[in-house]
């Protein structure tokens, strides 16, 4: 389709993206001067009278939505639309920017007045969204475009078009959806059942501010056993009323959330952050520098493709974006909460408990197994012991820094396991082999987070069996030197 005319006006020069809803065009207005626009196709389902029916008046009223809706300053206008050969096209403003993934990088945590400002940026335009009963459907990092010119978030790839490409008319005349339309991760429960609303926008928001603050990936987050709600407050330290405000945008209860973004942005402008912007400012911290580049060589200049596939689509339907180097905010790091006397109490506590219990429960799991051998009964002691004090262990550790709950427990019932194999018939060496191979996991885990972690190796080797006294003491110097994540 390169170098096509399209309604005898657009040029298409490059492609931006194929999905399964369509494809995405760069073009040029041959009749204005050669300015770039974005051309976006849309393809039918089928092509049977009945089908192309439906389609046209959806496309006709999605069309006037979005002229409407682009006269908002964060959302590309839309320029035109016209159908050609059974198939549909919107026209739309060409945006010079990069996405917000750019940005929002794994492993990459930013400050809060950073976070609170990017929603602001975000909810400014998805408040005049919802102010229209209209529910984008795909809010993600990739459809949210940094604007080079101002730094401003712009809003693109509104689902609702999509709906044009996924409708069928069955042979009885109803209508139904053939693809769910949305982004795991980004996207509620409710959504994925096919029931979106105004709530599951908030949802998404959410989402990314929680990303922002944790730099992990939705996937990578956390959920209650019992509740599904996300868990994340454990791993960043940040002011209580933004904590609430995320906890609310993203419940999994629809009906427990901000039920709009108007009442989403106001309680976000509550929060009182000296450093949000204004209808006319962009999110803090960060300062358009991106040199003007041909959009030839820019993938991002403008919305990413149609498709937003879900879970186990496949490969062949997902756009491959090739990285660009631009500039983002530098990453801030996020505190820890203060450690002190109640850290070190709780320390010493829950290691003296640990062994208690885990001895306690190790010696009657002993007794049950003790017909399968000596080793065998020795190692559930071992494991037992191990699994409770590592558990502990994790429970106060998380409330600190961003570690692997997972990893810990494991790695300590499988330390105290291996120590005990080790330090064989001498019981005399086991106590220090505890302290060696447990230290060494142990630092493992912790090296990521925390500078000077070899330390805890040596403190575990020479003093770690005194229930926690001497390692309470060396985990507090190790927690007031963590790394920039």
């Known amino acids: 389709m390169l170098n096509q005319l399209l309604d005898g006006r657009y040029k298409i020069t490059k492609v931006l993206g194929a999905g399964g809803f369509g ?19 849309l393809q ?21 939505l979005l002229h409407k809706l682009g006269t908002h300053d964060q959302i590309p206008q839309l320029l035109a639309h016209f159908e050609e050969h059974e198939e549909f096209f ?54 949210l475009i940094r604007r080079n010119s101002d730094g401003k978030v712009v809003l693109i790839d509104f ?4 709906q044009i490409s996924t409708q069928i008319v069955n042979g009885e005349g109803v209508t139904k959806m053939t693809v769910g339309i949305g982004t795991a991760g980004y996207m509620p429960s409710e959504q994925s059942r096919g029931s979106p609303r105004l709530s ?3 949802y998404a928001v959410g989402m990314i501010g929680i990303q922002a603050l944790t730099g992990l990936m939705p996937h990578q987050l956390e959920e209650d056993i019992q509740t599904a709600e996300i868990r994340w407050r454990h791993l960043v330290s940040v002011s209580p009323a933004l904590a609430d405000v995320l906890d609310r945008m993203v419940r ?25 912007p204004t209808q006319t400012s962009a999110t803090p911290g960060y300062t358009p520098t991106l040199p003007m580049t041909h959009p030839g060589d820019n993938p991002y200049l403008a919305d ?30 996020t505190k820890p909460a203060k450690v002190g006397l109640g850290f070190y109490l709780q320390w010493v506590l829950v290691n003296v408990v640990g062994l208690i219990a885990g001895t306690f429960i190790g010696a009657i799991a002993q007794m049950l197994v003790q017909p399968l051998g000596k ?9 037992t012991i191990g699994l409770t004090i590592g558990y502990m262990q994790a429970l106060v550790l998380r409330r600190q820094i961003p570690i692997s709950e997972k990893q810990w427990i494991l790695g300590t019932t499988f330390g105290v396991c291996l120590s005990l194999m080790l330090s064989g018939k001498d019981p005399e060496n086991s106590l220090f082999w505890v302290g060696l191979v447990v230290g060494i996991i142990q630092w493992w885990i912790l090296r990521p987070v925390v500078k000077q972690a070899g330390w805890w190796i040596i403190v575990n080797a020479l003093l770690g069996w005194i229930g926690g006294i001497f390692t309470g003491g060396a985990l507090i110097l190790l927690l007031k030197n963590t790394k920039d994540i």
């Not at 494809?23 to 196709?41: G, R």
């Not at 756009?319 to 983002?328: A, D, G, K, L, M």
């Open 23 to 41: 494809k995405t065009y760069i073009a040029e207005d041959i009749k204005l001067y050669n300015n770039l626009c974005v051309v976006k196709q």
């Open 375 to 383: 080793i065998i009964s020795e190692q559930v002691l071992a494991a």
């Open 252 to 276: 999994y209860d629809f009906r427990q959330r901000y039920q709009s973004a108007v009442d989403t942005l106001a309680a976000v402008q509550n929060l009182g952050n000296a450093y949000a």
């Open 200 to 202: 599951s926008d908030v």
């Open 304 to 333: 990413p493709p149609l498709h937003s596939p879900p879970p186990n689509v496949p490969a062949q339907y997902r756009q491959e974006i090739p990285q660009q180097s631009v500039s983002s905010p530098p990453p801030v790091t």
């Open 159 to 162: 689902g609702a078009v999509k």
């Open 44 to 64: 039918p389902m089928a092509t049977d009278p009945m089908t192309l029916q439906v389609a046209r008046r959806l496309f006709e009223s999605e069309a006037q």
């Open 90 to 143: 919107l026209v739309q403003q060409f945006i010079d920017g990069h996405p917000l993934s750019d940005e929002l990088t794994p492993g990459k945590r930013l400050s809060q007045d950073y976070t609170i400002a990017l929603l602001q940026n975000i909810l400014q335009p998805l408040a005049f969204v919802h102010q229209n009963n209209v529910i984008h459907r795909d809010i993600k990092p990739p459809n």
